[in-house]
């Protein structure tokens, strides 16, 4: 039996399928499923000349209020597979399976490597896109090939991780080669009987002093628990969730920055927090430089505000458009960069401006 061909939609708002929630409508927009939808898809917004978008679970999304005239298209690949190799399984999965749903699958199946990216919001085909990471874990680690339909010659092409250009919240996906590559499924290696990855402090906390080492399913659950408490993890009733989560990356210094950085602290009385998983690449946390620049957690301007959890969370206080998240953004940038002479950079994708 043929597969229903996907249906092209017209006007349809954007707002709802992003996890800030604000922005205007697509001009078209399509949900695809298959390899075939996506080549039907790009045909038709070739031959209409229609810029494209690709959209995935929303969560690291700022949609402009006039939204995208253009070509909308969701991926919403399904399936996982699993082969062993070696001791290690390779676990792949279409670009749109749930990221937290594929991790769940994965821990449920005693493998080890993504356990602490639990709670990530979004899809699996968003997640080489800025090397998604949490708690002492990146993608790029456990990544092995990416499948994607190359749109500079509408060719099925996969790259080997090594092609990706993976470093921190980076990859040819969201620089040097974005828009080009459609991801349509992604391949991991992911370690049988291994030990959950403890290296973040958050974590070593919430175990401190147990005896034993904590199983996947445990560090799942404690990863999950530790970033509701953040409102990094959606919840319908939590308003802080409301966000495409951390606002801003953490920024990389060079040696006379830092020192700069260092000497202005000291001016105040501060001291820069040194956080072992940042000072190593002297990465600097955005967080304390955005809570010292006067805006303190749960801080409000109109409908848009910072979370009361998490400094670096921008949220939509419930009727807020993009222009109001954005001139948030640009205050907080503005005071951080006049305090600190320290430039933050977004690290959600801003569409359609
Ligand atoms: C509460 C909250 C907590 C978060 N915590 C973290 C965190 O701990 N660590 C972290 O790294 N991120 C975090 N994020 C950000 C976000 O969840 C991730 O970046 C996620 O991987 C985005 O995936 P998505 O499917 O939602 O992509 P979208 O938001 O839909 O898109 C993001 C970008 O990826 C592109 N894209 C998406 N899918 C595809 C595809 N199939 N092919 C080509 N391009 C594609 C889009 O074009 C866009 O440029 C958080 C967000 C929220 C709301």
């Excluded at 075939?36 to 209020?65: C, M, T, W």
């Excluded at 034993?212 to 560090?219: F, R």
């Excluded at 700069?260 to 009385?269: F, I, P, Y």
């Excluded at 501060?270 to 010292?292: D, F, G, I, T």
């Amino acid at each position: 039996m043929q597969a229903e061909k996907a249906k092209i939609q017209e006007n349809v708002p954007l707002a709802p399928l992003t996890t800030l929630g604000v922005g205007g409508q697509a001009r078209f927009f399509v949900k695809l499923r298959s390899v075939r939808d996506v080549e039907d898809a790009v045909a038709f917004a070739q031959a209409k000349r229609l810029p494209l978008f690709v959209l995935g679970g929303g969560s690291n999304l700022v949609i402009s209020d006039q939204g995208w005239d253009g070509l909308v298209m969701q991926i919403a690949i399904p399936g996982m597979d699993e082969r062993q190799e070696q001791g290690k399984a390779l676990f792949e999965a279409g670009a749109g399976v749930d990221w937290d749903a594929f991790v769940a699958h994965c821990v449920a199946r005693g493998y080890a490597g993504v356990e602490c990216m639990s709670g990530i919001p979004g899809s699996v085909g968003g997640t080489p896109v800025q090397n998604v990471g949490a708690y002492g874990q990146e993608v790029s680690e456990t990544i092995v090939s990416v499948l994607t339909f190359d749109l500079g010659d509408n060719r099925v092409r996969e790259l080997k991780a090594a092609e990706c250009g993976f470093s921190y919240r980076t990859s040819i996906f969201n620089t040097s080669q974005r828009g080009r590559y459609i991801i349509l499924r992604v391949s991991y290696s992911l370690q049988a009987e291994a030990k959950p990855s403890l290296r973040y402090a958050d974590l070593q906390k919430y175990f401190a002093g147990r005896d034993g080492t904590p199983s996947l399913a445990e560090t799942r659950e404690a990863v999950r628990k530790i970033r509701a408490s953040k409102g990094m993890l959606i919840s319908p009733g939590d308003p802080d969730s409301r966000s495409a989560g951390s606002f801003f990356k953490n920024p990389i210094l060079s040696a006379s920055q830092h020192e700069e950085l260092t000497r202005r602290a000291s001016e105040r009385n501060l001291q820069v927090p040194n956080y072992p998983a940042l000072s190593q690449q002297r990465k600097v946390s955005a967080a304390w430089l955005v809570e010292n620049s006067g805006f303190k957690k749960g801080y409000v301007k109109g409908n848009a505000g910072i979370s009361s959890k998490h400094a670096l969370a921008i949220v939509n206080r419930g009727a807020a458009t993009a222009a109001d998240i954005l001139a948030l953004k640009d205050e907080i940038q503005a005071r951080v960069e006049q305090i600190w002479g320290i430039h933050l950079e977004p690290e959600p994708i801003l569409v359609g401006f």
